[in-house]
């Protein structure tokens, strides 16, 4: 009997420190410092153009933290750190809600810039620098990205060109 209760005892103790562990709060980048240039083929800058930025860990948020900016004169929008603190249990509950999704599920923060083309640009084709528009995956301290928009040509099939 006397086994039983140490077992029991033992059991316990463990299971008090995993919750204190657990509930501990913890920094999650959410978004890291992202610079974001607006250019055209020729590397001059689209200024005053408004961007669509959405950044979030689905580890600790539910949905993305969305916002509407616009580039200044030199075409640069800058994206300011933001960080979320949240407990363990919270950080493991959201890799949980993730399982479902199987090859779907995001763990890993992220985040885009969605950027219409202004009159007379379009987006790049396949195999064009720029391609890829405005992302990250996985922050690093610091992010720098740069689109790239092309003149409307005829003869040149391109996407957001009429």
Known sequence: ?????????????????????????????ACPDWDIYVVDQDGMPISWIGVHVAAGDPKVE?????????????????????????????????????????????????GYASIPPPPGYGYPNSGEPGEGGAYWYKPASHVVSRV???????????????
């Open 62 to 110: 539910d949905q993305y933290a969305v916002t509407d900016l616009r580039a200044d004169a030199q075409g640069h929008v800058f994206v300011p750190r933001r960080v979320v603190r949240a407990s363990r249990i919270r950080a493991f509950w959201g890799v949980l809600k993730q399982v479902p999704a199987l090859a779907h599920g995001e763990v890993n923060a992220n």
């Open 1 to 29: 009997m006397w086994i039983l209760k140490r077992i029991i005892l033992i059991a316990s103790c463990f299971a008090v420190v995993l919750l204190l562990l657990g509930l501990q709060k913890h920094d999650y980048v």
């Open 148 to 162: 790239i928009f092309y003149r409307c040509t005829t003869g040149v099939r391109r996407s957001g060109c009429s």
